[in-house]
């Protein structure tokens, strides 16, 4: 028998008749038997048995449980005395489904509202306190820029700006937990559309939660989340996985149909592929999730510049060209140096006449050349080695004694950050250092060499 105390539903009166949803969590997935009583008697019947994947999504539930009755012939235009009435079984005693207007689908739970998500639990298995050290581990997100895809009633809106966020927005398609948000958190600002209507601008936070899985091309919309994400911006992702180890999907038939869930695989190398993707842990479990929650923080992937530094003779040069033969792109500071020197081509860089004073032939004293850039140009030749390095490539090489000078290194850490490539610092071994050969012996392998020939 339905207790009242367990249906759940909405009931709205429009031109055309009554319509809403009613979910009983004991009877998960069935179809519950209604009617529309006016003036004590029965003038429509019908069944909740309708896909209503916003319902769904919002309340985190299951089932088919949406329902449209046709406005009675003869009965009054207003219906609003009319009562809906439901039961979950043929034998079950028939009760009120009281609208929820108050409250109307309340998803998300505040203070002074208690909805069906545990959205504190929620929050904390967010982990933002883990979105890099770029900020203050209590307030993540203070000093950004915020969007919230499916937003409901701005729960995590709200969170943003206590946070500190300097700009939030929440985007949903649902015009009624907009209002709702709006009157809530009116610091942020609020947009009806769905997901593939966000606003032409970027964000250093974007919130996906709990809804991918409504989504038919889910590799799409995540390739197009990136191009919405600041160069070190973050996709929060919670969405359900699947359990199989493999590259695979699972279909799995909810109330609202059949979803398709990625695996763990699938998700982070296929999906996610434009990110660099770290696992965060499981989420909270809400009723009729399918499959377990998961969170993932997601970067863009950047660049990474290898950065092989150290005095001459000690095996840069032996170990960038193996690294060169593995298809790894490489720039050499001696080479760029010696080109500057030559080529005419470089004449409108300050550092051209700097490079000039040294003699080219027999053979350039690049140590000393590297010495003077370093105290006189360092900037001027870190932008002619960025203009010419092979910086589009997922991974490339920049080797060179000119390098151990920090004026130098120091220019070209910002030049690299500033074009939001990771830079990997390598250097010898001391015992490798120490080992060096003389001018004129033979070049033997060091440590970090021997490494990559055995890879």
């Known amino acids: 028998m339905v207790r009242e105390k367990s249906l759940r539903g909405n009931v709205q009166v429009n031109a055309t008749g009554v319509v809403g949803w009613v979910f009983d969590p004991e009877r998960r997935g069935q179809a519950i038997e209604i009617r529309l009583m006016l003036d004590g008697a029965v003038v429509r019947k019908g069944l909740a048995a309708a896909p209503r994947p916003d319902v769904a999504a919002s309340l985190g539930?299951?089932?088919?449980?949406?329902?449209?009755?046709?406005?009675?012939?003869?009965a009054?235009?207003?219906?609003?005395?009319?009562?809906?009435?439901?039961r979950g079984g043929p034998d079950g005693r028939w009760m009120p489904v009281r609208s929820t207007s108050r409250r109307r689908g309340q998803y998300q739970s505040f203070d002074d509202a208690k909805g069906a998500s545990q959205s504190s639990e929620k929050l904390a298995a967010?982990?933002?306190?883990?979105?890099?050290?770029?900020?203050?581990?209590?307030?993540?997100?203070?000093?950004?820029?915020?969007?919230?895809?499916?937003?409901?009633?701005?729960?995590?809106?709200?969170?943003?700006?206590?946070?500190?966020?300097?700009?939030?927005?929440?985007?949903?398609?649902n015009g009624g937990f907009l209002d709702r948000a709006r009157r809530r958190f009116p610091a942020a600002e609020f947009v009806q559309g769905s997901w593939w209507e966000i606003p032409d601008e970027k964000f250093d936070v974007i919130l996906f939660l709990s809804a991918i899985h409504y989504e038919a091309d889910q590799r799409a919309l995540l390739q197009k989340l990136a191009g919405h994400l600041t160069p070190t911006g973050v996709l929060v992702l919670e969405c359900g996985v699947a359990g199989t180890g493999r590259k695979a999907w699972e279909a799995v038939k909810r109330?609202?149909?059949?979803?398709?869930?990625?695996?763990?695989?699938?998700?982070?190398?296929?999906?996610?592929?434009?990110?660099?993707?770290?696992?965060?842990?499981?989420?909270?479990?809400q009723g009729g999730d399918p499959v377990p929650r998961q969170v993932f923080h997601c970067y863009l992937r950047q660049s990474t510049a290898l950065l092989f530094v150290g005095p001459s003779t000690t095996g840069k040069s032996t170990l960038t060209r193996d690294l060169a033969r593995r298809d790894i792109p490489l720039i050499s500071t001696d080479q760029l140096l010696g080109q500057i020197l030559r080529d005419k081509r470089y004449d409108w860089s300050p550092a051209a006449a700097v490079v000039r004073r040294f003699p080219a032939a027999p053979r350039p004293n690049y140590a000393r050349i590297g010495k003077a850039v370093a105290a006189e140009c360092p900037k001027d030749f870190v932008e002619v080695l960025m203009l010419e390095a092979p910086s589009e490539?997922?991974?490339?090489?920049?080797?060179?004694?000119?390098?151990?000078?920090?004026?130098?290194?120091?220019?070209?850490?910002?030049?690299?950050?500033?074009?939001?490539?990771?830079?990997?610092?390598?250097?010898p071994h001391q015992a490798a250092a120490a080992a060096a050969p003389q001018p004129?012996?033979?070049?033997?392998?060091?440590?970090?060499d021997r490494l990559v020939r055995r890879a």
């Open 393 to 427: 490539a997922d991974l490339f090489c920049i080797e060179g004694e000119i390098l151990i000078h920090p004026p130098v290194m120091d220019a070209l850490l910002r030049q690299l950050d500033a074009r939001c490539i990771r830079p990997w610092l390598v250097e």
């Open 440 to 448: 004129g012996e033979a070049e033997a392998p060091g440590p970090l």
């Open 126 to 173: 967010l982990r933002l306190a883990s979105l890099g050290n770029r900020h203050d581990e209590a307030r993540p997100l203070a000093g950004l820029s915020v969007l919230d895809l499916g937003c409901n009633e701005g729960f995590f809106c709200g969170e943003a700006l206590r946070q500190g966020a300097r700009r939030v927005l929440g985007l949903d398609m």
């Open 76 to 86: 009054p235009r207003d219906l609003a005395r009319a009562e809906l009435q439901a």
């Open 61 to 74: 539930i299951e089932g088919a449980m949406g329902f449209r009755l046709p406005s009675p012939e003869g």
């Open 255 to 285: 109330g609202d149909g059949v979803r398709r869930y990625p695996s763990t695989t699938m998700l982070t190398e296929e999906l996610l592929a434009p990110y660099a993707v770290r696992a965060m842990g499981r989420s909270v479990m």
